[in-house]
């Protein structure tokens, strides 16, 4: 594998992580507890998310950082088993958004959410952005690769 295939992984999940850091911190900083609406169809809502997708089971930090770390150390152990590059853009998303929302948990007690589309029932972040986007990704990757070796 050459230099720059060795290096664009991590500079992804470096970039995503350092985009989440900063919208959480302007998120923190300029509209804590409040809400601008910026479009018909999206504002900026600030809301602490001590739970899940859509704000289920509040108040189990300890159980999400647990359960978040477990499986973002198995991500990392078994990312190298994918060898398409769909996958291994997928899986890397999905680190890189895990790494933001753990980091929310251990900071604060909750995940800054900020992004907040009126057609979309949830407030949401960069990371959990990042997160849905590779799970898809991972999904089609999967799903195309077994179409193929049915076919072959």
């Known amino acids: ?15 995503i992580f350092f985009l989440d850091r ?3 911190a302007l998120a923190v900083k300029y509209i804590y507890l409040s809400t601008y609406k ?34 973002l150390i198995v991500l990392l152990l078994i990312r190298k088993k994918f060898s398409d590059k769909y996958s291994k853009y997928a899986i890397h998303l999905i680190i890189a958004g895990a790494l933001g929302n753990i980091y929310d948990r251990i900071s604060y007690g909750y995940v800054v959410d900020f992004i907040d589309l009126k057609f979309f029932p949830a407030v949401f972040n960069i990371a959990d952005f990042s997160i849905t986007v590779g799970g898809c990704l991972l999904a089609y990757s999967l799903g195309f690769a077994k179409k193929i070796n049915k076919g072959a």
């Open 1 to 15: 594998m050459s230099m720059s295939k060795k290096i664009i992984f991590p500079a992804l999940v470096f970039l």
């Open 22 to 24: 900063i919208t959480k």
């Open 38 to 71: 910026i479009l018909p169809f999206l504002s900026l809502t600030y809301v602490e998310n001590s739970g899940v997708a859509f704000g289920m089971f509040k108040d189990r930090n300890i159980f999400f950082l647990i359960s978040n770390s477990t499986f």
